[in-house]
């Protein structure tokens, strides 16, 4: 069973290469999030292909896509809906927002207002909305898969922290390789014409969840997220155990400090254990294993943690990036 799905990976990257150059790592982990049962943050300047990406992916699984741009006039009746009277009826009828699909793509997801921050977060979590005095259930399979861009901050609201911890990913879309840049450029725009076909069908998809059930995550490997974890709360390590994380001959701000617990303000909750956990059991098993090793755990660490943790002012003085401290921490904690 596991080498069948390793199979079904391998085919599915290679038909999103078709359309997406250079994407493959950033395909495969939306397909780890999707059969993880988690929502993705995708962040990178414009222009990289983020709502291409999404769509090629919705197209690949079979499934029903809407895309919503974000803007800050509007409201949450726009994505969930609203109840609409109906003259001749002499009642209010329902009608559903484009938040009833089964992959949504919120674009630009900053630029929402606090009570479409909170629809979202309703839907995110419990997969269902609320519309006049009734509660409505989602589509499933519900994957939300939201961007935001990290250099225009004009007319953006910084997303409330409850909701980031509703991410199970964050990734970052870099620019492409100058090989890759050629190929695009020698595309001139026109990867969107270009046909993918379906390749994970219903019962593929529920058979990799049932799968990735089912494989082992050793008690040891448990206690190195959980290790992991502790390490990116300071108070809670001072305190307990009283060890500072860097080596005193190297600095990690570029600066008289050597201590990583000073480059924190406060760290990953244990929501981010669990989605490491259901992370790393996907990884295993996209590559033909029925195990966790802890290779799997730092594959997927930064993608996990990078949107949950909150830097002190120290380290974002000195530019120090998330993904620099989740480094780090995966150095110092043993490996179990």
Do not use: W
Request: net charge negative; glycine share 6%.
């Amino acid at each position: 069973m596991n080498d069948n799905i390793k199979k079904i990976v391998e085919i599915f990257t290679n038909e999103a290469g078709k359309r997406l150059i250079g994407q493959e790592n950033l395909v495969t982990n939306i397909l780890i999030a999707f059969v993880a049962g988690g929502h993705v943050l995708l962040e990178g300047v414009p222009g990289l292909a983020k709502t291409l990406t999404v769509k090629t992916v919705a197209q690949m699984l079979g499934l029903d896509f809407k895309r919503i741009q974000f803007t800050p006039d509007l409201l949450p009746a726009d994505i969930t809906g609203t109840l609409i009277y109906e003259q001749n009826k002499g009642a209010f009828s329902v009608r559903k927002g484009p938040v009833f699909s089964n992959i949504i793509l919120a674009d630009e997801v900053n630029r929402a207002p606090a009570k479409v921050q909170s629809a979202m977060l309703e839907a995110m979590e419990e997969h269902h909305v609320t519309i006049g005095e009734k509660t409505y259930e989602l589509p499933s399979p519900f994957f939300l898969l939201a961007t935001q861009n990290p250099i225009e901050q004009e007319g953006t609201y910084n997303l409330p922290e409850a909701e980031l911890d509703r991410f199970l990913m964050k990734l970052i879309i870099d620019y492409p390789s100058v090989d890759d840049e050629i190929k695009i450029v020698k595309s001139c725009g026109n990867a969107s014409s270009i046909t993918v076909n379906q390749v994970i069908s219903a019962d593929d998809f529920n058979s990799m969840v049932s799968a990735s059930e089912n494989v082992n995550l050793d008690d040891k490997i448990i206690k190195y997220i959980v290790s992991i974890l502790n390490v990116t709360r300071p108070n809670s390590v001072i305190t307990n155990r009283g060890e500072h994380f860097a080596n005193s001959n190297t600095s990690m701000f570029g600066s008289k400090s050597s201590d990583i617990t000073r480059a924190i303000q406060f760290g990953a909750s244990p929501r981010a254990g669990i989605a490491m956990a259901k992370c790393a059991k996907v990884k295993a098993l996209f590559e033909g294993r029925d195990f966790v090793l802890p290779e799997d755990i730092k594959a997927v660490a930064c993608n996990v943690l990078r949107h949950r943790i909150v830097l002190s002012y120290e380290a974002a003085a000195d530019n120090v990036l998330p993904d620099d401290i989740i480094k780090r921490i995966l150095d110092f904690v043993p490996i179990p």
